[in-house]
Structure formats: C-alpha cells, structure tokens
C-alpha cells in the first residue's frame, strides 16, 4: 500500500487533493498539518473522511514546517486520536507523553536527515518499544548500501516497519519496500511537491513502478548511473513487464564511483538478476566481471549486467543496436556482407557511444573517420578501430556518405544546438543522430529538411533496451510497447 502525503496551506486545498487521490485509488493518506498557514479545524478534515488518514504535525527539526510552541503541537496530535484518526505519527522523544487511546494506531517514527546511523537495530529496538504499532525509521542515504541496512531491517523486523532513505541514492529502498513486506511506503501528490528528499508521486509509484503488485517473489532489475535522475530506462522497462505482467520490476540505482565495488558485492542480497550500466560506469564495472561477449572484449566497455548461479556476465548492446538501426535503414540487417562495407561513415564523439559504434562499423568493414572536440581523444580512439582522427573543424570536409552523431550536443535542454552545420548535409546521406531526448532534434529535423535519410536515437534506445530485456528476462521485449513509452515520456521536448 502506498500512503501518499499532502502538504498544503489551506485547509479546502488540502481536502481537494485528498479527494482527488482517493478518486485516483490511493488507499491511506498522511495529511500533514504542518504544512497548514491558517487556523487550524482538524475536525473539518477529518469529518466524512473518503479513506483511512495519518495525522503528522512535523516540528522544523524534523524536516517540518511547523513553527508553534510543542505544547500546541502535541495538543493538535492528541486531538487527532480523540477524534479517532486511524493513524497518528509521533516521533520517538513524545511517544512516551502521549498515550494510546481508542482505535487510533501509532506510528513512532525517528528522522535523520544527515545520514544512516550505524545503530539502526538499537534505534529499531528503542521505537519498538513505545507501543508501536508501525516503526518508521527514515533516514539520509549516503551511499547505495544504506538502502540495503534498511531493507533488511524491514524484512527482520517483528513489528510491521516502514524503514527508508532519503535523497536520490535512497529512491530504490521506497520503492522496494512492498518486496520486503513493509505495510506502506511513502509516496507525495505530484512529483515537483515532494515533501521529503527522494520521494516519488504516487503516479511514479503506481505507474511505472506497480508497488501495489511488488511481492517477496517479485523479480528485480535496474539501471546504475551517477546522476540517475534523468535516466528513461525505467519507463520503456517497466512497460515491458507489466505488457507481459511479468511480476518483476525495474529500479533506478544512483551509485557514485566510489560505491561501484560495495553495490556489486550487494547484488545478492537485494537479488538483482540484471542491470543496465551507464555513465560512469561502463568501463569500471568490468573489473567485477567473471564472464563477457565478444563485443565487451572489443569495444571494452559494457552497458549490461546478468546476475546468474554466481557468475557476473558482461555485455554490450549498444553496439548490436546502433548497427542494426543503421542496417535496417540501409536495407538488411544482419546480411552478409553488411550494406556498411565500405562506406565512408563520420562520426562525431569519442565517448563511449562512439566507442561501441566505431567497433560495430570496423566489424562490417565500414571506413570511418573520428572527429571529436578534444583531438587526443579522436586519435586515441581511432587508433584502437583502425579508424582515421581529424580535427573537430575539419568535419564538414569529410565526404561522408553516413553522420553520426555520438555527441550530446542537441540533447534536452540544449534543443537548439547542433553538431553539425546544415549547409553541408546532402540529400545522399544518411544521418544517424544517436539523441533519443527528443526525437527530433535539430539536427535530425535539418537532415530531413535536406532530403537526408535519417536514423534517430529513439531507434538506438529501443532496440538496445529490447536486447537487455531479452538478457533479463529470456523474452522477446514488447518493442512497440517500448517505443511508444519512450516517444510519450520524451513527447512534451521538441
């Protein structure tokens, strides 16, 4: 169950919105009354109440917003329990003060908003044993292997407890607390009024995530990145699964460098099957490997993980994507010999996208020519592919007959930028713009407006996300389903 919070600062706001959840089929909502700016009627919220409610009043040293006297909050609280809410939240320092009456449960909760205790079963101990009903434990996540300290706690614990992290390294142990048996997680109303750090809306929740359909079964996946933010892999993957109501689902896991090593070692324990691997992490995860494909071997960097009777497989799917988007276009995929051979193909970028295309294109017996803003990069990277390196304002002299771009030039919020000058694109061209965010971007919309075929990176993205799920999960990915998610999460940037 998620119970999704509402912090408002007039009352017909704050009662508006709650209606709206339960019409939406939220099933328990904290109303926080901290948040409220007038005179406190507590019965006029509760009064005809559509669904059961938690009552929080949060002081400012707890994250809060409200700015009375203690005693005025805490007469707020005891007035919620007469008044029979079925909830109230009280922090540990009060719960002794204020006794148990009627039907209301209790919730006694401890914050933190620095970091994660290294006491975290002494602090379970402790509010377990002030007549609790629920413990809640929620703290600042410092890296990802606080969020596994707390999931384990849930799952351990003999009293119902909701134990989570916040900021973005603790967004995964919110979302997994319905796999750790917890009786609720946390959700806000909408996902830019987040009333504590990490926390997603209960849309997030329940449309991309299915928390209510999460179980000890559930079967988890995930992407690793640092930032993780503004990661879609999470939409076009949960898609899929819940298109094939697969009982599993896909997490974004923020990991800093320096927490890589620790994560691997905690795959077990949350049992991930498979990972998605991105930036910064596709050539450091390869240390950690037992087994990779051949592409990992030359393009020496992997974007996927698959976690299976111990072993830690490598493999690179960026490369399969970006070659079969471009052989489709030019007419087979996969025929021998590719309609690469011999073409003379620019590419633009020495990342690591650039670095999975040019090994695909040395496969097929493509030529290729490396242009990138820093010309040591270029060379380095030519070198390695038997590519040739020139200068980044030499590229408009290159007679390509095929543009990629592997730069994030044109990428969102950067709309308007391009990386390569409309006056040389030619209608023979083919023009591959690996930028899935948007669609259509500036270079992309000039490629067309020159009669160029053109190859965009919502292609790319796809098809490379349908090999993973295929790694995961041993089905062929729904891809229609995929790209359609794709193109409507990314739709409103044009």
């Known amino acids: 169950m998620i119970c999704v919070s509402i912090g408002r600062s007039r009352h017909k706001h704050l009662l508006a919105e709650y209606q709206e959840l339960v019409k939406r089929g939220a099933r328990l909502v904290e109303l926080r009354l901290d948040y409220v700016a007038s005179r406190l009627n507590l019965q006029r919220l509760l009064k005809d109440r559509p669904s059961p409610v938690v009552i929080t009043c949060r002081r400012e040293a707890d994250g809060g917003k409200f700015n009375g006297t203690e005693e005025q909050r805490q007469m707020i609280l005891r007035e919620a329990i007469a008044l029979q809410a079925e909830y109230v939240d009280l922090e540990d320092d009060i719960a002794a003060s204020i006794p148990r009456y009627g039907k209301t449960k209790r919730i006694i909760s401890y914050h933190n908003f620095r970091h994660t205790p290294d006491d975290l079963d ?37 009293l119902p407890t909701v134990a989570m992290c916040m900021g973005d390294i603790g967004t995964p142990s919110r979302i997994l607390l319905g796999k750790y048996g917890a009786p609720f997680t946390y959700a806000t109303f909408h996902h830019e009024r987040a ?9 997030q929740m329940t449309d991309i995530y299915r928390y209510d359909s999460l179980n000890k079964d559930t079967s988890l996946f995930g992407v690793i990145a640092d930032p993780i933010a503004h990661s879609l892999s999470p939409h076009i993957h949960n898609a899929a699964l819940k298109e094939q109501d697969l009982n599993a689902v896909y997490v974004p896991f923020r990991v800093p460098p320096d927490s890589l090593g620790q994560f691997i070692a905690d795959v077990p324990k949350l049992g991930i099957k498979g990972l998605s691997v991105t930036i910064p992490h596709k050539e450091a995860v390869a240390k950690h490997l037992t087994k990779v494909d051949a592409a990992v071997k030359g393009i020496k960097a992997v ?8 072993e830690v497989l490598g493999y690179n799917t960026d490369c399969k994507a970006a070659m079969d988007s471009l052989e ?48 040591e990069r270029a060379e380095k990277l030519a070198a390695e592919f038997d590519a040739k390196a020139i200068d980044w304002n030499a590229r408009h002299t290159v ?8 730069t994030p030039i044109g990428m969102h919020p950067n709309v308007d930028e391009t990386p390569y000058n409309r006056s040389h694109l030619k209608p023979s061209m083919v023009v591959f713009d690996t930028v899935y965010n948007p ?13 160029c075929t053109t190859v965009t990176g919502v292609e790319m993205f796809v ?4 090999l993973q799920y ?7 990915a729904p891809m229609d389903i995929m790209r359609a998610t794709l193109k409507r999460v990314t739709g409103p940037v044009k």
Do not use: C
């Not at 974007?303 to 111990?310: A, M, P, S």
């Not at 007679?399 to 592997?406: D, F, H, Y």
């Not at 295929?470 to 062929?476: D, P, Y």
């Open 463 to 466: 098809r490379q996300a349908g």
């Open 439 to 451: 669609e259509s971007t500036l270079l992309v919309k000039e490629a067309r407006l020159h009669g």
């Open 328 to 375: 489709y276009t030019l007419g087979t995929v996969g025929a021998q010999p590719s309609p690469l051979a011999n073409k003379r193909v620019l590419v633009l970028g020495a990342g690591g996208v650039s670095r999975a295309i040019l090994y695909g294109l040395k496969v097929r017996g493509a030529r290729a020519v490396v242009a990138s803003r820093t010309r």
């Open 399 to 406: 007679p390509a007959e095929i543009l990629v771009n592997g």
């Open 195 to 203: 009333l504590a750090p990490g926390q997603l809306s209960f849309d």
């Open 122 to 158: 002494e602090i379970y101990q402790r509010l377990s044993k002030l007549d609790a009903d629920v413990v809640k434990i929620t703290t600042m996540a410092q890296n990802p292997h606080d969020n596994v300290r707390m999931l384990e706690m849930v799952k351990k614990a003999s």
């Open 470 to 476: 295929w790694l995961f999960t041993g089905k062929e």
């Open 303 to 310: 974007n996927t993980l698959v976690f299976r009777d111990g």
